[in-house]
Structure formats: structure tokens, C-alpha cells
């Protein structure tokens, strides 16, 4: 079947501008993650969601930060006043407890550029 | 912060060697997993390995697991030029669901 989707593939925006990132999980998988990856790092957790709840924040690095998943399904990533240090690859994830116990499938990110 | 630590950070080989990665954690954890990155982008993912289990295969995958050292190696064999990548650890630690990555071993195989 499909894997997650991510989009957009790349973003380039003006610092102080607003972004939305989404992410599309494997149907059927009730979990999804958030993660950003900086240039030459591992990815760092930033969101957790079980369902339609945010499991765990403790990621996010500001208010500027916030993240949705309405229907339990796809999920919103929503930067606000972005800043350059913003700028990274920012990588969803999911998985299915029952399925494939514990392993996240990743999506192909979203590179996004804060000018 | 990472919790991990990937040894060594850069790793250059002849194709059809063997290639060995290690990763160091601090924490006790619930499994411990091996990802793949090319280019920079998605992470593929290789083998999950349990806490109570120190050995598995997948392929020309290898990876061992000592929770008293709180370690993990990754081998692989029989390397090929595709095998040219980033590779990374990641664990869960127990009463969480996130992943904690290390920095990442870049390996190339020359051919």
C-alpha cells in the first residue's frame, strides 16, 4: 500500500511568514510523529499523536509551534513568525501498534527554507 | 538533545567489504532500530531489535544488541554502492513512544 506522504516537498518562505506542513500516514495506522532533522543531524522528536490527541508536545521548541490532527487521520504541522533557524527537513512518521508493533514509517519530508 | 551516539560518524569502504556501525545509548529502552537515509530525505527503515533479544538478521543485515553496554552494532555484508548512505540508530526508552536518533554514520562504498 502507500507510504506516508508529505507535503509540500519544499518550502521557501520570508522569515515572519506563517507555513503549514501535511502529512498523510499509512491508512490505518493510529499513530503519527513529527520530527525535524537539521543539516548533518539526527531527526528530533518534536510531536506525538494516538488518535485525534497530541500524546506528547514536549518536542515542540516554542508557541510558534503547533500541530493538529482533526480526524485522526492527516495532520497539520503550523509554523508561526518563522524564523531562519527554522529552516530544516521536517520528517513525519507513523505506525501501527497492531499491525507492525513499534516500528515508524517515514515520510520523504518537508524541506522548508526560512530566507 | 540525542541520546544516541554513532560510532564512527564517517565510514569509507571497497565494495564487497563488510561495513560496521555502532551506537551507544544512555537510557534503558524498549527496542532499539536501525534506519537508512539517502540524500537527506526519508528515513527507510532496516530492523527493530527488541531489549530481550541480542541477535538478528535481515538479508545482509546483522545487528546485535548488549543492554548491559547499552549498545547496538550494525553490520553489513557484502557491501554494494547502493549501500552509499546515512545510517542511524534510534531508540524507544521505556514510557516513551518517541524515537531518539543518534548523529548518524555516513557511509560510501567505493566501487
Known amino acids: 500500500g502507500a507510504g506516508v506522504s508529505q507535503t509540500p516537498s519544499n518550502k521557501v518562505t520570508e522569515k515572519g511568514k506563517y507555513v503549514e506542513l501535511r502529512c498523510d500516514p499509512i491508512?490505518?495506522?493510529?499513530?503519527l510523529y513529527w520530527y525535524r532533522q537539521s543539516l548533518g543531524q539526527g531527526p528530533e522528536f518534536l510531536i506525538y499523536?494516538?488518535?485525534?490527541?497530541?500524546?506528547?508536545d514536549s518536542g515542540l521548541p516554542n508557541d510558534r509551534f503547533f500541530a493538529v490532527r482533526p480526524e485522526g487521520s492527516v495532520s497539520t504541522l503550523k509554523i508561526q513568525r518563522t524564523e531562519r533557524g527554522d529552516s530544516a527537513v521536517y520528517l513525519c512518521a507513523s505506525s501501527s501498534r497492531r499491525l507492525a508493533r513499534d516500528t515508524q514509517y517515514f515520510g520523504p519530508g518537508t524541506r522548508l527554507t526560512v530566507l | 538533545s540525542q541520546q544516541g551516539e554513532e560510532d564512527p560518524q564517517a565510514l569509507s569502504i571497497q565494495e564487497g567489504e563488510n561495513a560496521t556501525m555502532n551506537c551507544s545509548y544512555k537510557?534503558?529502552?524498549?527496542?532499539l532500530q536501525w534506519y537508512r537515509q539517502n540524500s537527506g530525505r526519508g528515513l527507510v527503515h532496516l530492523i527493530l531489535?527488541?531489549?530481550?533479544?541480542r541477535e538478528k538478521h535481515s538479508g545482509r543485515l546483522r545487528v546485535t544488541l548488549d543492554t548491559s553496554k547499552k549498545s547496538s552494532s550494525l553490520l553489513i555484508t557484502a557491501s554494494r554502492a547502493a549501500d552509499t548512505a546515512s545510517y542511524f540508530c534510534?531508540?524507544?526508552?521505556?514510557?516513551?513512544?518517541?524515537?531518539?536518533f543518534g548523529q548518524g554514520t555516513r557511509l560510501t562504498i567505493n566501487p
Open positions: 534510534a531508540t524507544d526508552f521505556q514510557g516513551a513512544q518517541k524515537l531518539v
Open positions: 531489535i527488541r531489549s530481550n533479544e
Open positions: 537510557t534503558s529502552i524498549n527496542n
Open positions: 499523536f494516538q488518535g485525534t490527541g497530541a500524546a506528547d
Open positions: 491508512s490505518g495506522h493510529t499513530a
